[in-house]
């Protein structure tokens, strides 16, 4: 049974840039979560996905988008990068809005 | 708003020591989730329990503990016995409005980065 996959593992971008991650949820699983996590810190909500749209947002600016595919597949794009964006992206799935929340292994993201 | 506190930043242990993180948590709502996760170095998040606000009921899982109480908001994980692989930072999280459908959102604490030492 395949957890929770991101891709790429790392990645290094400059300021400015856009950039796209990408999530496969856990087989079963319907909804896809995307948190932030600075180094030393607990992982930030940015949003999340069900039924292929937003259902909830955190506090992030408009750079950061999202999208989710019939697959239940997601995307975090972030545009014009900024060196504050370094950290490490976590996308987490679930079965509908209620469940509990299973995490992949991360993409870290170095902006310079 | 809702609020997570994990005042531990650190704790060393010697292994077959027992050890216990602090969880103490803020909400208004009166249905909610709490959860603790544990983080190795690996990076990737391990879910270890979910807990439901109806529920007070103390639990154990193997080596693992965890004390909830609504009267001090507090959500507390002991690991008995702590061997080297419960090396990591531990994570409490607390879920709102869970009867709303409108989402799980996850609100994390700061983390509390465990080391048991031999």
């Known amino acids: 049974d395949a957890g929770v996959t991101q891709s790429p593992t790392h990645l290094i971008k400059t300021r400015g840039q856009q950039v796209t991650l990408r999530c496969s949820p856990k087989?079963?699983?319907?909804?896809v979560s995307w948190y932030q996590q600075a180094l030393g810190q607990g992982p930030q909500f940015i949003f999340q996905y069900y039924e292929e749209e937003e259902r909830q947002r955190g506090n992030f600016p408009d750079r950061f988008s999202g999208h989710q595919f019939p697959n239940y597949s997601s995307e975090l794009n972030v545009n014009a990068l900024l060196l504050g964006d370094s950290a490490l992206y976590l996308c987490?799935?679930?079965?509908?809005?209620?469940?509990?929340?299973?995490f992949g292994p991360g993409t870290r993201l170095t902006v310079t | 708003a809702q609020k997570v506190t994990q005042a531990q930043t650190e704790i060393s242990v010697v292994e077959k020591e027992d050890v216990t993180l602090d969880c103490v948590y803020e909400t208004r709502d009166t249905t909610y989730y709490l959860f603790w996760y544990k983080q190795p170095p690996s990076g990737e998040l391990v879910f270890l329990i979910r807990?439901?606000?109806?529920?007070?009921q103390n639990e154990i899982s193997g080596r693992y503990s965890w004390n909830f109480q609504k009267s001090t908001s507090s959500f507390n994980f002991t690991i008995t016995a702590s061997q080297v692989v419960d090396s990591a930072v531990y994570f409490c999280a607390l879920s709102e409005n869970i009867l709303t459908g409108g989402g799980n959102k996850l609100t994390f604490g700061t983390g509390t980065q465990l080391k048991v030492e031999l």
């Open positions: 987490a799935s679930s079965t509908g809005l209620a469940d509990e929340q299973y």
């Open positions: 087989s079963g699983h319907d909804t």
């Open positions: 807990r439901n606000s109806f529920d007070e």
